[in-house]
């Protein structure tokens, strides 16, 4: 597996000038072919290439189940997926790109509504950012790197990308791997919350996400209509509800 982080020469200036040795996050152009005939590429952390794999198909809507997927091939920075579907034509043309806003009124209307009555306590969500800042040892070393955490029952997942939406797939992956019950879940992560990240949750089912930063409008606007509890501005023991704020006791 490719490294996270590289060391580089660097002149630092603090009253005066002087070379010093500094860590800086590596991404790597990854190019994923699926069925052999729908093919996309990312630039993104070369860890966890097989739960991103997982996760993406997921949140992509590309497969209902991580059991659809019957094989997933990794070669340096390739990926090759097989999905198991008859449908997976028609799936692939709903595709909401991580890095993409237009169409998302559409497509939202092809995801369904989170069924889940699931809560949690705030204390759950403030412990749940502490354990994802203790987890951010990319960050801490490069400043470069988002993280996203996934908590169901007393498990807890946690991986940095230097993408943010690659991250929370990155997570989907590992905890679909895992069995995890996504209707008993939450998501926690660092980034912004617009609506291809809303829609992602909602098509895996998971009821509650919490960032330490904003909403958008568009993002708001699919956690409504999707039934997903929105939380933004963790930080410390403070954070805003946007919608369903039900599922948050106190």
């Not at 966890?48 to 340096?76: C, H, M, P, Q, W």
């Not at 097989?82 to 799936?91: C, K, S, T, V, Y």
């Not at 617009?194 to 089912?205: E, F, H, N, Q, T």
Request: charged share 25%.
């Amino acid at each position: 597996m490719l490294e996270m982080v590289k060391r580089v020469k660097a002149i630092r200036y603090e009253g005066e000038s002087s070379e010093v040795m500094e860590t800086i996050v590596n991404d790597e152009e990854i190019e994923m072919t699926i069925n052999d005939n729908f093919t996309r590429r990312f630039s993104i952390s070369p860890n966890s290439l097989r739960e991103f794999t997982v996760g993406y198909l997921l949140g992509e809507g590309l497969t209902g189940s991580a059991d659809n997927i019957t094989n997933i091939s990794i070669k340096e920075n390739t990926i090759k997926a097989e999905i198991d579907l008859a449908d997976f034509d028609i799936r692939k043309e709903l595709v909401v790109g991580s890095d993409c806003f237009g169409g998302w009124r559409t497509k939202i209307e092809f995801v369904g509504k989170v069924k889940s009555d699931y809560t949690i306590n705030k204390d759950d969500l403030i412990e749940a950012f502490t354990m994802l800042k203790k987890e951010a040892v990319v960050w801490k070393a490069t400043g470069g790197t988002h993280i996203a955490g996934i908590v169901y029952e007393d498990n807890f997942i946690a991986i940095e990308d230097v993408s943010r939406h690659v991250a929370v797939d990155k997570v989907i992956g590992a905890a679909a791997i895992k069995k995890y019950d996504f209707s008993k879940s939450f998501i926690v992560y660092s980034g912004r919350m617009p609506a291809d990240m809303l829609i992602k949750i909602a098509r895996v089912g998971i009821p509650i996400i919490a960032s330490n930063a904003a909403p958008t409008t568009s993002g708001f606007s699919v956690a409504d209509e999707a039934r997903i509890t929105m939380i933004g501005f963790v930080r410390g023991k403070r954070f805003n509800i946007y919608t369903h704020p039900q599922r948050i006791s106190f």
